[in-house]
């Protein structure tokens, strides 16, 4: 059973960054993309990105290919996602999730979800 | 960017009642349009993928249909655990963009 547990609520002022961790278990990393999707409060879900943990390619969404960044840690088991130059409407909970089919936004395990909160 | 528009917003029947929310595309997307039920403080749950195939698990109450531009959730037989926010998403092209949501409550 796949698991993809993610870091502690984070607090930033804007135009800092802010780094969320997904830790996998339970699944074959050379088979396991991490994708990003946010929520800003009131807002529908917004898909940002992908991350192949078996061969490191990623992909983004063109909104936010300026200012975001996924990267994995070596042991491959875990995935980062960094935001920067942030803003107010980047508060918002942000989710790591696992693609039921390899190379769609089809998402079938999911972590808890990160809240970040952007305030001066 | 594919636009996903559904209605209604929000909705409030009683249990037992049978339950549908639609989920139009911008944009022909074959069937590739999924369905998710997020409940507050947690984290979205795949109910449907590929407009009609139920995901592992889910309870035989949801079921979906549609193909192109026009899609269908539907909840048989709506039960209190049913309360929750229900999302649309096409996988047909990145990005895959949700819905705005269709929130239902117990009446």
């Known amino acids: 059973q796949v698991q993809l547990v993610q870091s502690g609520a984070e607090v930033k002022k804007p135009g800092a960054s802010v780094k969320v961790s997904c830790k996998a278990s339970?699944?074959?990393?050379?088979?396991?993309?991490i994708h990003w999707v946010r929520q800003a409060p009131g807002q529908r879900l917004e898909w940002m990105g992908w991350?192949?943990?078996?061969?490191?390619?990623?992909k983004y969404s063109e909104k936010f290919q300026d200012r975001v960044s996924v990267t994995r840690e070596t042991s491959a088991t875990t995935a980062h996602l960094v935001l920067n130059s942030l803003r107010s409407e980047d508060t918002g909970v942000y989710y790591c999730?696992?693609?039921?089919?390899?190379?769609?936004?089809?998402?079938?395990?999911w972590g808890q979800g990160t809240l970040v909160t952007v305030s001066s | 960017d594919i636009e996903m528009t559904q209605s209604p917003s929000s909705l409030s029947a009683s249990v037992g009642d049978r339950v549908t929310v639609t989920c139009r595309a911008s944009?022909?997307?074959?069937?590739?349009l999924n369905w998710y039920q997020h409940k507050l403080g947690e984290a979205p749950k795949l109910l449907i993928y590929?407009?009609?195939r139920p995901q592992s698990g889910v309870p035989s109450r949801f079921s979906g249909s549609g193909s192109g531009t026009e899609f269908t959730l539907t909840i048989s037989s709506l039960q209190t655990e049913d309360v929750a926010t229900y999302y649309c998403?096409?996988?047909?092209?990145?990005?895959?963009?949700f819905g705005q949501g269709t929130k239902v409550e117990i009446k």
């Open positions: 999730a696992k693609d039921l089919l390899v190379g769609t936004t089809t998402l079938d395990f």
């Open positions: 339970g699944y074959n990393y050379t088979n396991l993309v």
């Open positions: 590929s407009a009609s």
């Open positions: 944009q022909p997307i074959s069937i590739y």
């Open positions: 991350i192949n943990l078996g061969n490191d390619k990623t």
């Open positions: 998403q096409q996988s047909y092209r990145d990005p895959g963009t």
